[in-house]
T-cell receptor, first 113, second 119 residues
Framework: DQQVKQNSPSLSVQEGRISILNCDYTNSMFDYFLWYKKYPAEGPTFLISISSIKDKNEDGRFTVFLNKSAKHLSLHIVPSQPGDSAVYFCAASGKTGANNLFFGTGTRLTVIP | DAGVTQSPTHLIKTRGQHVTLRCSPISGHKSVSWYQQVLGQGPQFIFQYYEKEERGRGNFPDRFSARQFPNYSSELNVNALLLGDSALYLC??????????????????FGSGTQLSVL
């Protein structure tokens, strides 16, 4: 039972344009959401997070939007750079989740120079 | 500073064998978690240990076990290996048990993983 879903396995974007990665979740108990980036042969690295009490969090070129009523979040990267090419995982956890993160299946982003 | 280190990086086993995977957390981190990532899927939570005690367990059979040592390093053990156990096994460490207190912005730090192939 996949509680966090990333329905787009891949996305290609021109350098300088906006990349939008989407994520949906089913468990209304989730209250903390994170995005991780993964390069080949490396572990996932934390990118940005958002608490359920917010609807937007921004960090440089990266912005995460949360729509709790729709159980949907998105990651915007502006402007996209070739170095952003990686697999992006959406993850979620509840208040008592400890380190039990629920990950989506990932979206492979390719930024074309 | 060294990040999370895992050994070995690659491992090939046959069905029915036993395997032990090792993880050293970032210096000062007391919490270690294990995740399994099957090809084409996202990481799936297996265990979390904090101060040598199990703090969480995912939906995995009893063939999977783990422990944490006084120096906070950890081992993941898998008995009676099945073909379906072939996966990338990721270890992650954090300062606090939850690793998710946004006020302190603590996060999980992942190692590069151990790629296990079961033939």
């Amino acid at each position: 039972d996949q509680q966090v879903k990333q329905n787009s396995p891949s996305l290609s974007v021109q350098e300088g344009r906006i990349s939008i990665l989407n994520c949906d979740y089913t468990n209304s108990m989730f209250d903390y959401f994170l995005w991780y980036k993964k390069y080949p042969a490396e572990g996932p690295t934390f990118l940005i997070s958002i608490s359920s009490i917010k609807d937007k969090n921004e960090d440089g070129r990266f912005t995460v939007f949360l729509n709790k009523s729709a159980k949907h979040l998105s990651l915007h990267i502006v402007p996209s750079q070739p170095g952003d090419s990686a697999v992006y995982f959406c993850a979620a956890s509840g208040k008592t989740g400890a380190n039990n993160l629920f990950f989506g299946t990932g979206t492979r982003l390719t930024v074309i120079p | 500073d060294a990040g999370v280190t895992q050994s070995p990086t690659h491992l090939i086993k046959t069905r029915g064998q036993h395997v032990t995977l090792r993880c050293s957390p970032i210096s000062g981190h007391k919490s270690v978690s294990w995740y399994q990532q099957v090809l084409g899927q996202g990481p799936q939570f297996i265990f979390q240990y904090y101060e040598k005690e199990e703090r969480g367990r995912g939906n995995f059979p009893d063939r999977f076990s783990a422990r944490q040592f006084p120096n906070y390093s950890s081992e993941l053990n898998v008995n009676a290996l099945l073909l379906g156990d072939s996966a990338l096994y990721l270890c992650a460490s954090s300062l606090d048990p939850a690793g998710l207190y946004f006020a302190t912005n603590e996060k999980l730090f992942f190692g590069s993983g151990t790629q296990l192939s079961v033939l």
